[in-house]
């Protein structure tokens, strides 16, 4: 006697109770399954894309939208800061290296990012075509970027103005392509890098169609020459950068630095590993409640497969009876029963880790140039097996009450009520 074949036969026999009972709980599972990609892929990338910042140096504001603005790139910026500011800070006994930002611009929606080489080398940027920039107006695409923009080494483009996509562009200066970098998974792969005088520049459009070219080229040069030693533009002290990325010298640092800053300048400092951790802990209410709604569906679910287990029981006991008197044991009809349930949720569990990655597929699409672009939908976790397990677990409480009672089945009182 195939049990499984007929235990597949009763399941089919009511489509609408089966279907109904395997989507409820496979909608349970695919939050589950969500959340354990979320939670996995997007605590490692943030980790890593703040990996050697120690503190962020920014306009007065919120420390969570400076780090989210000036690290991840999802935020808007807090303002800016004086240039003459930052290389004072720069030149602290407490500092290691800062890097400098500027920021204001974007090409459909990817930030473009003025900074100097350091930022690369901070990341271990590796390229895949071309170099760095080196002179003004000259552009890396991070891997993304290239990928949806299409364009290759030497193609020009102009970016818009803002943050976000829907403001006006920058005609008067063009972006030239000189490298494209290789996909590193990391905040690199969404930006559009160039040099912060590219970005100053840009939002000098009336004084620089005044400029000479002659004076123009000098002042290149004499920006290269700066940037080059001290990693600052220093004779353009009245200009302004977003904000400045800081590693510290020596451990004595962390206690020092953060609270002269807030206390004696204009500035404000925020370390990234203090703000995620707070956000985190924001998130994780939201995580909770999503956990809590999804382990109820599944003990709805749960409950469904026993209720139709055991409606059907109250149905199939004549039939049940026929297959002991053809030679089925009890124990054999137990089994029928409980495979029936097992059948229902490892359906429901395979269904709803599908679900689970096709919501992540979609909602990762639909923002391709915030974190979530950088999320995998089809990186199986070693834990979704566990999902598999504790559904198979809920089919099997839910099917041995029907089971026991399949089991306690009586041939002569059945046949005899037939």
Do not use: C
Not at 171 to 184: N, Y
């Amino acid at each position: 006697m195939n049990l499984l074949k007929l235990s597949w036969k009763y399941l089919t026999h009511r489509p609408l109770t089966t279907g109904l009972n395997v989507f409820l709980l496979s909608l349970g599972l695919a939050i589950i399954t969500v959340l354990l990609l979320v939670q996995d892929q997007f605590e490692k990338k943030m980790t890593q894309d703040a990996e050697g910042i120690d503190l962020v140096v920014g306009a007065k504001g919120s420390p969570l939208q400076l780090i989210l603005s000036s690290v991840y790139h999802v935020d808007f910026p807090t303002g800016n800061i004086p240039m003459e500011e930052a290389i004072r800070l720069s030149r602290s006994r407490l500092v290691k290296q800062t890097i400098p930002l500027a920021l204001g611009d974007n090409f459909q929606g990817y930030r473009i990012v003025g900074t100097n080489h350091d930022y690369l080398t901070l990341y271990q940027a590796v390229f895949s075509e071309g170099e760095a920039w080196n002179e003004p107006f000259e552009v890396v695409l991070g891997a993304v970027v290239a990928e949806k923009s299409g364009f290759k080494v030497g193609d020009s483009f102009s970016g818009s103005h803002g943050i976000s996509e829907g403001s006006h562009d920058h005609d008067e200066h063009a972006f030239r392509v000189v490298g494209i970098l290789e996909p590193k998974g990391n905040v690199l792969d969404r930006l559009v890098l160039t040099s912060i005088e590219s970005v100053w520049f840009t939002h000098d459009e009336s004084e620089t169609k005044d400029e000479s070219s002659e004076n123009e080229s000098d002042h290149h040069e004499k920006f290269h020459q700066e940037v080059a030693k001290t990693g600052f533009p220093e004779s353009d002290q009245e200009r302004e950068v977003t904000s400045l990325l800081v590693q510290y010298r020596s451990p004595m640092a962390a206690v020092q630095l953060p609270r002269m800053i807030n206390s004696n300048t204009s500035m404000q400092a925020a370390s990234p590993s203090f703000e995620i951790s707070r956000l985190f802990e924001l998130l994780g209410v939201g995580v909770k409640i999503l956990e809590g709604l999804a382990y109820v569906l599944i003990i709805i679910s749960g409950l469904g497969i026993f209720i139709a287990l055991y409606n059907s029981l109250k149905e199939r006991r004549y039939d049940l009876a026929v297959l002991r008197a053809i030679g089925a044991s009890r124990f054999q009809l137990l089994l029928l029963i409980l495979m029936e349930g097992l059948a229902l949720t490892f359906l429901g569990s395979i269904l709803g880790i599908l679900l689970g990655h096709v919501f992540l597929a979609a909602l990762a699409s639909q923002n391709e140039t915030g974190v979530g672009a950088g999320l995998e939908a089809w990186i199986f976790l070693p834990a979704e097996l566990w999902i598999v397990i504790y559904a198979l677990g809920v089919g099997l409480v839910g099917s041995l009450l029907p089971a026991w009672s399949a089991y306690r089945t009586s041939i002569a009182d059945q046949l005899m009520k037939k």
